[in-house]
């Protein structure tokens, strides 16, 4: 089980400390805990974090290693600040910036070039869904944006409905189930030599603690990507007891 914690642009630095102190504070096992803090965050996160077992990761990275690419933030420089995983393709991302899928694929290759391991995030619109198409759509993402020639034990995929992101909506747990299995042997067939490394897959969207037991325990959920509900200690706590 992965219990991974989005802060997106959330807190302030006090808040942050506090947080994460409370997370490594305790440890859950063989739950594996994961932080995406922001930017500004990763160096201070990492030496708060520095002796325990979670791991830290950017929230987004750009395709190139250096240049005149102002505000943007590298995997180098990811590296350099301690961490040692990254977020790409977020839906924040794909509609706040434009992001499509094969610049999130080379985001993706820029992180891989730099030993990060990488989450890559899928989810279909709330039209999509109603559509019928939020199948189609998922998989077209996971075509689109996963590196085909890439290490699978650096690959974390995190699925995550738009509709579901901050919204309280939860998909029903047929759905969440029936999405992961698609996804699970979309996988096995883009990675066919992966031998006995397993491609973890996350569910994403109003994950809280009165819901993780449920989400968790479904067909091929491997863990949680939990963004609103990450920024309580408490809550997030209870979600990785119950993973
Ligand atoms: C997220 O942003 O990745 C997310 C899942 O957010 P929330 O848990 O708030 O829905």
């Known amino acids: 089980m992965i219990i991974a914690a989005n802060w997106k ?3 302030d630095l006090e808040t942050a400390g506090m947080l994460a102190s409370r997370l490594a504070g305790i440890s859950f096992g063989n739950v594996k805990r994961v932080l995406f803090a922001p ?3 990763i160096i201070p996160m990492s030496i708060r974090l520095a002796q325990s077992d979670i791991t830290l ?3 987004d990275c750009h395709t190139a290693e250096s240049g005149a690419h102002t ?6 420089m990811l590296r350099d600040s301690g961490a ?13 910036h434009g992001e499509d899928d094969a610049l ?5 290759n820029a992180a891989l070039a730099h030993n990060l391991d990488v989450m890559i995030c899928v989810g279909e619109t709330r039209n999509d869904r109603e559509a019928g198409n939020a ?4 998989l077209a993402q996971l075509q689109g944006s996963i590196p085909k020639a890439m290490d699978p034990a650096r690959l974390i995929v995190a699925y995550e409905p738009v509709w579901a992101i901050g919204t309280g909506l939860v998909p029903s747990s047929e759905d969440i189930a029936a999405m992961h299995e698609n996804i699970s042997s979309w996988l096995s067939s883009a990675f066919p030599n992966r031998g006995d490394t397993h491609i973890p897959v996350l569910y994403g969207g109003s994950v809280k603690p009165g819901n993780a037991a449920e989400i968790l325990s479904l067909p091929a959920v491997d863990g949680a990507l939990v963004g609103g509900a990450s920024l309580d200690a408490d ?9």
Not at 84 to 96: A, F
Not at 104 to 108: G, R, V
Not at 235 to 241: L, S, W
């Open 104 to 108: 999130i694929m080379a985001k993706a």
């Open 39 to 41: 930017h500004p965050y």
């Open 71 to 76: 505000g943007d933030v590298s995997a180098l």
């Open 9 to 11: 642009m959330n807190p």
């Open 57 to 59: 990761g950017g929230q």
């Open 135 to 138: 199948e189609s759509v998922v």
């Open 235 to 243: 809550g997030f706590e209870a979600i990785c007891a119950a993973a």
């Open 84 to 96: 040692t995983m990254v977020l790409v393709g977020h839906s924040e991302r794909r509609s706040d």
